[in-house]
Antibody
Framework: EVQLLESGGGLVQPGGSLRLSCVASGFNFSSDYMTWVRQAPGKGLEWVANIKYDGSEKYYDDSVKGRFTISRDNAKNSLSLQMNSLRVEDTAVYYC???????WGRGTLVTVSS | QAGLTQPPSVSEALRQTATLTCTGNSDNVGYQGAAWLQQHQGHPPKLLSDRNNNRPSGISERFSTSRSGSTASLTIIGLQPDDEADYYCSAWDRSLSALAFGGGTRLTVL
């Protein structure tokens, strides 16, 4: 059974940083693209970034480009999202997803507020 | 940024059929099709169908998908109370190198 467990969310001030992690199990992690998707309170799904199975290609939504960095450690079945220069509008539940949305974690809440 | 168009809401009666649509363009839906996700309030999304119209194991046959040009459709037959949820489509946009989502359709079962 595919399991994705996100962690690292919390309350941070505007301009601050946070690092999200996602630990995967139940599938061959090193063979799959991985994706971060977020959902602001009461809003729809918004793609953030994804990364090729070997980390050689990374793609970002324009709204986070230059501020967020996606990475992975295939030896640890782990996906990360380093978030810098956070803004109020980055407040959302952040989901880790297998592929481009085949399986999803339960999400971790990031709140950016002063 | 890439964006797919879905009607904000659809309402249908219990045991009836609902059809939800998702419109993109030739670089996203028209290129490789769209996946469909179901999300109940307070829960993460769940894949109903991938871009090749394949249902994961455990997804009811009452859910079917199709595509015509740049418009994808999700049809739910025999509506049940538990089908009341938000439904999203998604597709990779090759021109933007971005994953596009629709704004979501809230399905109400009357």
């Amino acid at each position: 059974e595919v399991q994705l467990l996100e962690s690292g969310g919390g309350l941070v001030q505007p301009g601050g940083s946070l690092r999200l992690s996602c630990v995967a199990s139940g599938f061959n992690f090193s063979s799959d693209y991985m994706t971060w998707v977020r959902q602001a309170p009461g809003k729809g799904l918004e793609w953030v970034a994804n990364i090729k199975y070997d980390g050689s290609e990374k793609y970002y939504d324009d709204s986070v480009k230059g501020r967020f960095t996606i990475s992975r450690d295939n030896a640890k079945n782990s996906l990360s999202l380093q978030m810098n220069s956070l803004r109020v509008e980055d407040t959302a539940v952040y989901y880790c997803a297998k592929g481009v949305g085949v399986s999803w974690g339960r999400g971790t809440l990031v709140t950016v507020s002063s | 940024q890439a964006g797919l168009t879905q009607p904000p809401s659809v309402s249908e009666a219990l045991r009836q059929t609902a059809t939800l649509t998702c419109t993109g363009n030739s670089d996203n839906v028209g290129y490789q099709g769209a996946a469909w996700l179901q999300q109940h309030q307070g829960h993460p999304p769940k894949l109903l169908s991938d871009r090749n119209n394949n249902r994961p194991s455990g997804i009811s046959e009452r859910f079917s998908t199709s595509r015509s040009g740049s418009t994808a459709s999700l049809t739910i037959i025999g509506l049940q109370p538990d089908d009341e949820a938000d439904y999203y489509c998604s597709a990779w946009d090759r021109s933007l190198s971005a994953l596009a989502f629709g704004g979501g359709t809230r399905l109400t079962v009357l």
